[in-house]
């Protein structure tokens, strides 16, 4: 029996031809691995305005999800400025008809559910529903016999599925222990040190950083695998493990750092100073990106497809990620389901060690979380 993904996308979109006047919804749930729609709907809702189809459509793809992939956690996708910054918590809920669907939506979210704004042309599936259902058109619950089979679940019980993190045991997971590259220059005067800007090598502390930690790992032992961002530091820090352990290391893009744009190489106090308007934006949603720049939530869905991409290719194995402390709080958030800005709450020191087992059932569990003392 093939259990369902353990992340989905909700699109979402709603209309009306008269603001208020006949309106629709429509509503998908997508895997992001393959792109397949898993399940879709389109339905009219009678005289209506556009906000209220709107929420009218997030509700119906919450409960779709909630149907058919009820164990996997949600991005929602919406063109709705309105609904996704309300329901992200950014914006207050003024108008009455507004409420009680919000609190609905809200109701039906699991959470740490990802808000995320996407311009009307990358929301047309969702549109196209509306539109379909608006149109008299039949608007089949599968958009394909080829859509994975997810009505049926896990096999592990609720009571297994809370007791992951304690040691039930199950098929054995693929484990990513995450490695954030060592010291820089950058790093200690604390930088904004993204993709986007300088590519700063190691320091001689981060080159004895990268020591220690090839040193721990050689000792821990059980490492199938090494996988770097191509990044200067971390292909030395990565270089550094592989020799010790023997290993080759495959570089991997998507696991390269957030891009800070105009920020990077630049402090927090000097960002504040001259783009102060700007980083209050970027601090209040991770929707935002800097001049320039890459969103976290843009951060957090290509490192969502570089680590699908390894337990993908190493099922069961285990495989060091030598990467930056975006992606790996980013990583983190993801397991314990928190708010995307939780991230605004992480410290990650240089060389930090973070082991995270993921399951076939699409279960994760935070396996340590620490400062190994002889990295620091």
Not at 211 to 232: E, F, H, N, W
Request: hydrophobic share 40%; with cysteine.
């Amino acid at each position: 029996m093939s259990n369902g993904p353990s992340h989905v996308i909700v699109e979402a979109d709603g209309g009306s031809r008269g603001n208020p006047g006949p309106a629709s919804y429509g509503a998908l749930v997508r895997d992001p691995a393959t792109g397949a729609v898993i399940v879709q709907k389109g339905v009219t809702i009678g005289v209506a305005t556009n906000n209220v189809a709107e929420y009218s459509g997030l509700i119906a793809g919450l409960e779709l999800a909630r149907e058919y992939t009820p164990d996997a956690s949600i991005e929602v996708r919406m063109d709705s400025k309105l609904v996704i910054e309300q329901m992200a918590g950014r914006w207050k809920i003024k108008h009455p008809d507004m409420k009680p669907l919000a609190i609905k939506a809200q109701g039906l979210a699991p959470f740490g559910t990802e808000w995320t704004w996407v311009p009307r042309a990358q929301n047309s599936a969702a549109d196209a529903l509306a539109n379909m259902a608006l149109d008299g058109k039949p608007v089949p619950l599968r958009p394909s016999e080829a859509a994975p089979a997810v009505a049926a679940q896990a096999e592990a019980t609720d009571q297994q599925k809370a007791m992951r993190g304690w040691g039930v045991q199950g098929e054995p997971p693929t484990q990513l222990i995450f490695l954030r590259h060592g010291q820089t220059a950058h790093t200690v005067d604390k930088r904004f040190s993204g993709s986007g800007g300088e590519d700063p090598a190691l320091s001689e502390i981060g080159q004895g950083q990268a020591t220690a930690a090839a040193q721990y790992l050689l000792k821990r032992g059980g490492i199938d695998a090494i996988v770097s961002s191509p990044m200067t530091r971390t292909r030395q820090t990565a270089g550094v493990v592989a020799e010790a352990l023997g290993l080759d290391v495959k570089v991997e893009k998507n696991w390269v750092e957030c891009s800070f744009g105009d920020w990077d190489g630049h402090t927090f106090a000097e960002v504040q100073e001259k783009w102060p308007d700007a980083l209050n934006a970027w601090l209040e949603s991770t929707t935002v990106a800097p001049p320039g720049g890459e969103s976290f939530d843009a951060c957090a869905r290509r490192a969502r497809s570089a680590r699908d991409g390894i337990l993908a290719a190493y099922p069961g194995k285990t495989v060091l990620v030598v990467t930056h402390v975006t992606p790996i709080k980013l990583m983190v958030r993801s397991v314990l389901q928190a708010p995307m800005n939780s991230l605004f709450r992480m410290e990650l020191a240089p060389a930090t060690l973070t082991e995270i087992h993921w399951y076939a059932d699409g279960l994760a569990s935070l396996k340590s979380f620490n400062v190994q003392p002889a990295l620091v």
